[in-house]
């Protein structure tokens, strides 16, 4: 989940308002998986949580999102975009915001789980430093501490880095060679899904890098194909709407669909892979190009790295008695207050915290 939304080759530098309301919609869908699973609470026809689709597969769609955005960058490796000001333009764009959510989260789980705490501080503090550089999920799988969901921002980096180096490979190629474009994502992604079919659990392969893997680079092949395929709008938009729909119908027949080893290649290349190309026919490109869906999409990835702190704000608040009643009575009402926080603190961050730093690196040349 990034905030870059060029379209390919064309259309550079503007956004895909389509693009933009999926990663808005599919953020408030986590932070309420994530509210619920922290609460345990049941809400009746729908839930978010331990429900007929697990709704943390959602993070699949934000890697795959930031794969397909990679691919106007493949013919700029090395010449044009150094492996430096590639890796370095996104860390110092995603790092701080892991950083401050997780020191924030973790002297906030120091009034929660204490004990815990207590039991080796040593470990958990030298924890919440690989969490807040964003490295932690790229060595071990194991629930963190504190903000545990920035695992996802430890594998993002690593594909980040594999891309690179993969078609940096690729372009020293002869031209002729350059098939393999095509060839290069579906190895990785077969690597990924053997890392969750295996259920390994090592440094560098682990069921987050698996699941990257597979995401990730599912964006870049479904990019890739969409590009040599061209199809009109009057196609594209049915067919792809109704793969979407039998796919999502789908889930509640076969909720494993969702959940076991073929979870990841179901939900990037059937369910998935129908929003991308939805998202790249003009009429829809242009139906959900708004300001205000465009500033939601951009600070969605703030939502994401604060939302775990203002959860243990609110766990705290239910040690008190009115508070835990007024929560489990008005489930729906506290989900919807607790998305509202996360999004205000989250405006502000984007506005008074990232455009700042955005600037200073930017005289940087970064």
């Known amino acids: 989940m ?38 345990n609470f049941r809400l009746g ?26 691919i106007s960058n493949i013919p700029k490796i090395p010449k044009e975009l150094s492996f ?33 705490f207590m039991e080796s501080p040593l470990k958990y503090v030298l924890e919440t430093v690989t969490v807040a550089m964003g490295v932690h999920g790229i060595f071990s799988n194991k629930v963190t501490f504190a903000n545990n969901p920035m ?30 474009y095509l060839l290069l994502p579906v190895v990785i992604i077969l690597v990924g899904e053997a890392i969750l079919t295996f259920a390994y659990s090592y440094p560098l ?32 938009i049915p067919f792809s709407v109704t793969v979407f729909i039998l796919a999502v119908i789908s889930l509640f027949f076969v909720p494993a669909l969702s959940y076991d080893s073929v979870a990841a290649i179901y939900t990037v290349f059937v369910l998935y892979s129908q929003i991308i190309v ?53 489930p729906w009402l506290c989900m919807i207050i607790f998305v509202v926080t996360v999004y205000a603190i989250s405006y502000f961050s984007y506005r008074f915290i990232e455009k700042p730093l955005a600037g200073f690196f930017s005289k940087k040349g970064i």
């Open 2 to 39: 990034t905030n870059s939304n060029s379209i390919g080759n064309s259309n550079k530098g503007t956004r895909n308002g389509f693009l933009d309301l999926i990663k808005f919609v599919a953020t408030v869908l986590i932070l309420f998986h994530h509210f619920q699973q922290g609460f």
């Open 45 to 70: 026809l729908i839930n978010f949580w331990g429900g007929s689709f697990y709704f943390g597969r959602l993070v699949e769609l934000f890697f795959m999102i930031s794969g397909f955005l990679m």
């Open 84 to 116: 430096k000001k590639f890796m370095a333009k996104r860390y110092v764009r995603l790092i701080p915001m892991v950083a401050i959510g997780t020191i924030a989260d973790f002297f906030l789980k120091l009034f929660i789980v204490r004990a815990m």
């Open 151 to 180: 695992w996802y921002v430890s594998s993002l980096v690593f594909c980040y880095l594999i891309f690179y180096l993969c078609f940096w490979a690729c372009n020293k190629l002869q031209k002729s060679l350059r098939s393999i």
């Open 205 to 236: 392969a682990n069921e987050y890098i698996g699941r990257g893997y597979v995401s990730f680079f599912g964006g870049i092949l479904v990019g890739l194909i969409i590009k040599k395929i061209q199809a009109p709008d009057r196609v594209l």
């Open 278 to 330: 939805i998202s790249q026919t003009q009429a829809v490109s242009r139906l959900f190009n708004n300001s205000v869906i465009s500033i939601l999409a951009k600070i969605s990835f703030h939502a994401y790295c604060l939302h775990i702190p203002v959860k243990s704000v609110f766990e705290i608040l239910t040690k008190q008695d009115s508070f835990k009643v007024f929560l489990y009575a008005y």
